[in-house]
């Protein structure tokens, strides 16, 4: 693949940034800001209200840009997929990688920039492989009991991506790499923090042009081995935030992103013979936002937190005849476009003036506009606005012991939603409203020293989708307009502490109970008398319980470490379909050795069990160990190297069965930050 004017662009920015902010550096008179807490955007989180309030949801977790760094998690599934009850996925056949929150795919757990809902209008489903995180400061994942502020459909949790804000008068960090299958990487974030006002600006690139299969895959018809066919990829990314701080509490900012992808979809290469190789490519996978977020504290106990959106959403899929992507002719080839947006807002009043008491009030919009297009078909547009309303409470009783009480009701109005009828000419769907109403509690107690104790339960919806109401998926199954919301009764209880002051310790036990969970039933078909086609229905019921284990901290002065547990049991109550994707067992540890200030290094270790690629059980993903380990060194302050192996036991293993993961890989990196 040819590259790009970006990379060039990207990596020229860099070298002159290494070259010449070495002096802008040393002329800072600030020190260097609070490892964990540095940069970070306090408009963009949502489980907090202000710079004095301390984080009170302690079932929260978090992954900082220092994690990310460290483990090279170059995008946010990767990331968020370390946490213990979160788990990275693939969508085989479109090439996405996706997460699950215990259980609960995107369309359930969505996901937030700053607070704003990003997540695809269409079917919720955005492909976090796009999302790169070297312009994050931290990664926010609520699991269960997630907080009503976020709005609505975090029936089993939100992602709340958190960008960058500048604490000094000049800052940045920089950084290019290679790794094997011509991947290339850069990035660049620079900022400015000037009292009463700052700017902070990044971009990053990266461009592969495949991946390399393990030595151990089996080739198939559709997969030779060596290097994946059809596994490139390409994303760039640029943001910019301009803000506004006339004094110590108050605070206004207005935010762009811009993300342009390209990539290519593999083939099946499993062994299932039911199963057919598609030929995709996606020219484009684009994405655009802009946002303003502001709080403004009046009269001594109140403030006003403000947020107002326009997301634009566009890509195109291409399904070709065969392996040379070059002609579609065939019935099963198209071409199909996709153009969507969203827009919105959101209120939040928080008040202190009732004692022992911080209340929150929010209102939330949100209007999703979808238009797709097949090639030889007219435009068809869907339109829902959803808006939600939300009340929380966070009453100190004593001391050691707090409830945080909160509950929010949320409506969906179709506006929309056109078909097409057998002459290709624009009809309306019935259109409906749903609504929902979403109670939760939690009580927290603290024990001597730093450890919390906490139970909680919630009853969180999610609202169905325009695809989940409108799709003909392919033309094998029909529309249901009347879908009703999921609900789903979340428990949980859970311990943390921190021992000796080195060793971090944190446990969850949790459970849930869904109902009206959405699932294909099989039904007459109307177009076709005497034969039968899918539909979505609420017909679903689902239990899941499991656990999770976290804990870290320092073995000796020059030896850290950590290990995470995570186990989940579903049982679909309703037949004897497989809940896919979701392995039962997850578990992690990693070691850091540094047995100088300058050198270091560090072994990473994934396990995951099998898990059901299809709802029959007849694919399965098998259970895997992967080992990554590198090198790092610091020669100079602020200036970094580090070269390493992912996979390095060149395992093959697939999330998706029949669409397995790159084998051993090399990269090395360089990078500057001051």
Not at 461 to 486: H, V
Not at 506 to 528: C, E, G, R
Request: proline fraction near 4%.
């Amino acid at each position: 693949m040819k590259r790009g004017l970006g990379i060039r662009c990207i990596c020229g920015l860099v070298v002159l940034f290494l070259a010449f902010s070495g002096a802008a550096a040393a002329r800072e008179a600030g020190g260097e800001a609070k490892k964990g807490d540095a940069n970070v955007f306090k408009l963009g989180e949502v489980e907090v209200s202000g710079k004095k309030e301390a984080v009170k949801n302690v079932t929260v977790d978090k992954v900082s840009s220092e994690e990310m760094r460290l483990f090279n998690a170059d995008n946010v599934a990767e990331a968020a997929g370390r946490l213990p009850g979160v788990n990275m996925s693939a969508f085989g056949v479109r090439n996405e990688r996706m997460v699950y929150v215990r259980g609960f795919d995107l369309k359930h757990a969505p996901i937030f920039l700053d607070g704003i809902p990003i997540y695809v209008p269409y079917d919720g489903y955005p492909d976090l492989g796009r999302f790169t995180t070297s312009d994050l400061s931290e990664i926010v994942v609520s699991k269960g009991f997630t907080s009503v502020l976020y709005g609505p459909n975090t029936m089993g949790g939100a992602i709340n991506m958190v960008s960058r804000r500048p604490e000094k008068t000049f800052e940045g960090d920089a950084g290019a790499g290679y790794g094997t299958g011509g991947t290339y990487r850069a990035h660049l974030n620079l900022g400015t923090n000037q009292g009463r006002w700052y700017v902070q600006a990044g971009g990053s690139y990266i461009d592969s042009d495949y991946f390399p299969l393990s030595d151990s895959f089996d080739p198939t018809p559709a997969e030779d081995g060596k290097r994946r066919e059809n596994s490139y990829y390409k994303d760039e990314s640029a943001n910019i935030k301009i803000g506004f701080t006339p004094n110590a509490e108050d605070e206004y900012a207005l935010s762009y992103i811009r993300q342009h992808g390209v990539k290519g979809s593999p083939p099946y290469a499993g062994t299932d013979t039911s199963q057919t190789a598609r030929y995709w490519q996606w020219p484009y996978w684009n994405k655009e936002s802009v946002y303003f977020t502001s709080r403004t504290e009046f009269q001594a106990p109140f403030y006003l937190k403000t947020g107002a959106f326009y997301d634009r959403f566009w890509n195109s899929l291409l399904s070709f005849d065969d392996a040379t992507y070059s002609t579609i002719t065939r019935k099963y080839a198209f071409r199909s476009d996709y153009n969507d947006h969203t827009f919105g807002g959101s209120v939040e009043v928080g008040t202190e003036a009732v004692r022992s008491n911080l209340i929150k009030l929010s209102l939330r919009y949100k209007n999703d506009i979808h238009k797709e297009w097949n090639e030889g078909k007219p435009i068809q547009t869907f339109q829902d606005c959803t808006l939600s309303a939300g009340l929380e409470d966070t009453v100190t009783i004593s001391e050691e012991l707090y409830v945080i009480a909160g509950a929010s009701y949320d409506m969906a109005d179709t506006v929309e939603a056109e078909d097409l009828d057998g002459s290709n000419q624009r009809v309306d769907f019935e259109m409906e409203r749903t609504a929902a109403f979403n109670p939760q509690l939690g009580i927290f107690y603290t024990l001597p020293g730093k450890g919390v104790i906490h139970a909680a339960i919630s009853r969180k919806t999610r609202i169905p989708s325009i695809k989940d109401k409108f799709s003909y998926r392919l033309g094998t199954a029909i529309p249901n307009p009347g879908l009703d919301p999921e609900k789903s009764i979340n428990y949980e209880i859970g311990y943390q502490n921190t021992f000796f002051g080195r060793f971090f310790f944190k446990t969850t036990v949790f459970h849930n109970n869904i109902t009206d969970y959405i699932l294909q039933a099989t039904v007459p078909d109307p177009s076709n008398p005497g034969s039968t086609t899918l539909q979505n229905q609420n017909i679903g019921k689902v239990s899941q319980y499991g656990a999770e284990v976290e804990v870290s901290g320092a073995l000796l002065d020059v030896l850290e470490g950590g290990l995470t547990y995570a186990y989940i049991h579903q049982n679909n109550r309703t037949n004897s379909n497989k809940l896919t994707n979701v392995p039962a067992a997850k578990a992690g540890g990693y070691l850091k050795c540094s047995p100088a200030h300058f050198v270091s290094g560090l072994v990473d270790v994934q396990y995951v069990s099998k898990m059901y690629s299809s709802s029959n059980g007849v694919r399965e993903a098998g259970d895997f160990t992967v080992v990554n380990a590198k090198l790092m060194c610091e020669p100079v302050k602020g200036i970094t190297a580090e070269a390493g192996l992912d996979n390095v036991f060149d395992r093959n293993y697939a999330l998706d069965e029949g669409f397995p993961e790159p084998g051993r890989t090399m990269f090395a990196n360089i990078g500057y930050r001051f």
